[in-house]
């Protein structure tokens, strides 16, 4: 790993620290901090939880464990409860879609509140958020499918915001996708679809401060990120896909640069997803409400949008600049001895490129999308409210 630095910090990986447990429970001592889990049921099935449980185990001095719980019934609710009952700290395990939880969202409609959401991870975020602020002052969010779960995540995650002399607010992580049976190369939308459409915008519209912020993270869409109370209360949620790339756009609006900063994980691998065969599907569909939140962010930050003129440019752009990114990683594969397919990747970024036009255009047409009000804006309508989102969440 080299050691250089830009415009956000970043913090390498040496492999130089010893006994990173020990060093983080005495640092929890510092600030009450929770780690926020959102996740299906389905993942109590799989192995990756079992190893995060069995990493946290270590952890003594945690505030709080809050599982952000998608279930069917009560009965899923209770073994997610059995699953976690031995964690040397408490842990709450929130029914983000219970009917307590639906009813209560649903009576905030009287304060012109829209609560309900899309279900999926931006919403089970903001329950989490809301459940994990009222006693933490630091708060990690990890998803549950990360099969390379290791106790250098939750140390080096959470350490830069424990010590307050730090002045850091927001940390996200970044790390190399290999997956675990083969070696490749995993994380494509974040290799052939966003580092190539930012450096096709950048030579569009040119350098903008919002562009450039977007490109200082080595990994956009890294969905592990740790913020301040503070910070985490005053962020809109976006409920698609979006929610990585949107919520560095929130991060971007309500603190300055100096506070953000960047980890590197190591190696790290979770569940893959694929390309689909249509636009509605697998990384299209991912693909097509990230670029949406990258232009909104433009909007939004710089006041800039692309005319019509300008969408035939941005298409020739991205695929040039997406196929120089498959030839950089066929060579970074080889030297590395790593299994490659060329072809396909190029494949890959032929599909995206076909996404952009339609997908900007009817972006275009509608660029308002729904997100969760911040917490601070909530509790302003119903200071009560988050209280009365654990209760009913919980059994």
Known sequence: MDFQQGLITTIHEYGLAKDPVSQLNKDLLKRPTSI??????????????KLIRSTL?????????VIALSANNRDEVLKAKQFFKEMPFPVHVQWT???SVIEL????????LDLLGVPGKGWAVWQGIGVATKSSEVVSLFDADIR???????????????????????????????????????????????????????QLIGNTEFLQYLQSFRYPLAGEFAFTTDLAMNLRIPCDWGLEIGLLSEVYKNVRISRIAQVDLGIFDHKHKEIGTKP?????????????????????????????????NLEVLYRRAGEDRVKQFSLDSSVNQLPYSRHKEELAVHTFGKLLRPAINKFLESPVKQQLPCWARVLDCESKLQDDLTKAGSL
């Open 97 to 99: 879609n219970s009917p």
């Open 148 to 202: 390379t779960f290791n106790s250098n995540y939750p140390a080096r995650m959470i350490s830069p915001l424990l010590e307050k002399s730090n002045g850091i607010s927001y940390v996200k992580a970044f790390y190399s996708r290999l997956s675990l049976e083969s070696n490749a190369l995993q994380g494509r939308a974040t290799r052939l679809f966003v580092g190539p459409l930012l450096s096709s915008l950048e």
């Open 57 to 65: 185990k270590e952890l003594r001095n945690l505030n709080q464990l």
């Open 280 to 312: 509605s599907e697998g990384l299209q569909k991912m693909s097509i409400e990230i670029l949406s939140s990258v232009l909104r962010g433009l909007m939004e930050h710089e006041a800039r949008t692309l005319t019509s003129s300008q969408l035939a």
């Open 105 to 112: 969202l649903k009576g905030q409609e009287k304060n012109g």
């Open 36 to 49: 926020l889990i959102p996740c299906l049921f389905d993942e109590f099935n799989r192995p990756a939880l």
